[in-house]
């Protein structure tokens, strides 16, 4: 099945230069272009995106803001955002993948990287693994005026166990490591790390860290 990419950056030179590399390989292809937020949002809907590269700044409505709004939209629940912008910062970082986006990349990274990075989000898996995301987040979020003033309340509707594994998924583990550490098979742990996912609203495993570590499962510099 062919990936339908739409590309939101407002710089019309760079969004070129992706559309050629992309509508070069075969699995996928460009169907829409977007220079703000806003039109992102927009596009994604009407050219029935599978996959949205998201800059992060652009004008109006920033990247950001749009992949939240992209990503609570129910009518496009099979859409997923990755984020490729200059300014990798834990700052940037942590609120795109608050905002929904699936994966993050810098425009520095390699052809064959972005490509390979859309086919993976494309796929339902997060870019960043359990544990380049589990410190990564871990850094931004032991700074107290970076905690979350609300407290989430889908943490009551997981179950002792499922708040157990999400806690491990925070903690960086992997679902084979987490059967092994819990005496589970790996078949369960990751039926556990989805239902936990699904009550949690996480679109990913990524999302899934985050949560981790804003409801306290998971607590910055706590060993594995």
Known sequence: MTIRVLLADDQALLRATFRLLIDADEDMTVVAEAADGQDAVIKAREAQADVVVMDIRMPGVDGIEATRRITADEDLAGVKVLVLTTFETDEFVVAALRAGASGFLGKGVEPEVLLQAIRTVAAGESLLSPSATTALIGR?????????????????????????????????????????????????????????????????????????????????????
């Open 140 to 224: 931004f979020l032991a700074q107290p005026e970076s905690r979350p003033v609300e407290p989430r309340t889908e943490l009551g509707e997981l179950t002792a166990r499922e708040q157990e594994i999400t806690a491990l998924v925070g903690a960086g583990l992997s679902n084979a490591e987490i059967a092994a550490k819990l005496f589970i098979s790996a078949a369960t742990a990751k039926t556990h790390v989805n239902r936990a996912m699904m009550k949690t609203g996480s679109r990913d495993r990524a999302q899934l860290v985050v949560f981790a570590y804003e409801t306290g499962l998971v607590t910055p510099g706590a060993p594995r």
